[in-house]
Structures are given as structure tokens and as C-alpha cells.
């Protein structure tokens, strides 16, 4: 049962433009929703994160939008750079408990 | 700087034989930390929550017997895959979680088995 779904495995971008990275839950428990960023042979770096009782949260280039009826959120990065390019881990958690749940991962690359 | 280190960073080794990856946190003294494995293409999985001076809490369908797990210090916890077999080869990533702040990974150890 994927709790975290990336629907899309793969996105493309040309510099300069907007990157949109889409996740979407199904465990109205979720309250906490964090974006990592993963390049090959390393561990996940921690990007930006968002409560439920927030709907949007930025951080300089980077923005996550929470939809909670929707149960979707999502990932802006405005202006993409080549340096963005890695893969995008959607995770979610419970307030009361640490446990994280990833999505599939989505592979962005930024074209210059 | 790295807040958490692994080692090691990669490891071939023979069908049968037991392999020990160690997770350490650098900054902080971590109660809680978190082993991971992931395929190719496929999403971190949570394998285990280890507990420092208690047994680790293993994810459902993760063989507690076969990846043994030891959390002796707060700053230390290690992971022993036993009995290594192909289908166990892998990314295996740990995470410390600090009070307050999100969880910090490790750099992975690449565990191949032939």
C-alpha cells in the first residue's frame, strides 16, 4: 500500500523556467510533509518541509503548496538551475511519531 | 559539515558471509536512528527504528534475524546484514532525527553480494 505516490517518474526543465514536482497521500494521519533531494551513491538532503496547518511554505527558490482536501502538495523551484538536477523525494509523517513514508522519487533534470 | 557518517561507503562480498554497516551521528547524541533500503528506482524503505539501550522496532516483513541491529551508544548504531545473498544487495541509508528538526541522512553504503 503506497501511502506517498510521485506519479511521475521523471521530469525535464529548461534553465531559468519552473520546475513542478507532484506528490500526493492517501493517509489523512499525514500531518507533516517534507521534500528531499537525492543525487546517485548519496543520502537524502533535507530541501523544505510543510505542516497541515499550513498551505504553502518558501524557502528562496524553493515552494511547497499543500492541497489538504486534495491531498496533493507540491514542489516549485523558480528559476531552475542544472544544480537542481537530482531526484525529488516526497515524504510524509504523523505528528506523533517520527516514522517517515517516501514517495517513489521523481528524477528532475534542468537543461541549460 | 556531515552531521551523520556510514561506513562503509561500499562493500562486495560473497553469498553467505555477514556484513556490519556502521551509522555514526557526528554533531549530536541521537536516542533514535533510522535504517533505509532502497532499490534501484524504487523509493526509500523503512526497514527498522533503532532504539539506543532497547531493541530495534523492525518494519513489517523486514527479518529481524537476518538484519541485526545494534544501537550501543547515542552516537552509534550498526546494522549486520547475516548471510548475505544476492537478492540482499542494495543502497542501505540510516537517519538521525533530532529533537525539533527533520531527520538527517547518511551517505549510503552500496552492499553488492555475489
Known amino acids: 500500500d503506497q501511502q506517498v505516490k510521485q506519479n511521475s517518474p521523471s521530469l525535464s526543465v529548461q534553465e531559468g523556467r519552473i520546475s513542478i514536482l507532484n506528490c500526493d497521500y492517501t493517509?489523512?494521519?499525514?500531518?507533516?510533509f517534507l521534500w528531499y533531494k537525492k543525487y546517485p551513491a548519496e543520502g537524502p538532503t533535507f530541501l523544505i518541509s510543510?505542516?497541515?496547518?499550513?498551505d504553502k511554505n518558501e524557502d528562496g527558490r524553493f515552494t511547497v503548496f499543500l492541497n489538504k482536501s486534495a491531498k496533493h502538495l507540491s514542489l516549485h523551484i523558480v528559476p531552475s538551475q542544472p544544480g537542481d538536477s537530482a531526484v525529488y523525494f516526497c515524504a510524509a509523517r504523523k505528528t506523533s511519531g517520527s516514522r517517515l513514508t517516501f514517495g517513489e522519487g521523481t528524477q528532475l533534470t534542468v537543461n541549460p | 559539515g556531515a552531521v551523520v557518517s556510514q561506513h562503509p561507503s561500499w562493500v562486495i562480498c560473497k553469498s553467505g558471509t555477514s556484513v556490519k554497516i556502521e551509522c555514526r551521528s557526528l554533531?549530536?547524541?541521537?536516542?533514535?536512528m533510522f535504517w533505509y533500503r532502497q532499490f534501484p528506482k524504487q523509493s526509500l524503505m523503512l526497514m527498522a527504528t533503532s532504539n539506543e539501550g532497547s531493541k530495534a522496532t523492525y518494519e513489517q516483513g523486514v527479518e529481524k534475524d537476518k538484519f541485526l541491529i545494534n544501537h550501543a551508544s547515542l552516537t552509534l548504531s550498526t546494522l549486520t546484514v547475516t548471510s548475505a545473498h544476492p537478492e540482499d544487495s542494495s543502497f542501505y541509508i540510516c537517519?538521525?532525527?533530532?529533537?525539533?528538526?527533520?531527520?538527517?541522512f547518511g551517505p549510503g553504503t552500496r552492499l553488492t553480494v555475489l
Open positions: 493517509n489523512s494521519m499525514f500531518d507533516y
Open positions: 537517519s538521525v532525527e533530532r529533537v525539533g528538526a527533520e531527520q538527517f
Open positions: 510543510i505542516s497541515s496547518i499550513k
Open positions: 554533531d549530536f547524541q541521537a536516542t533514535t
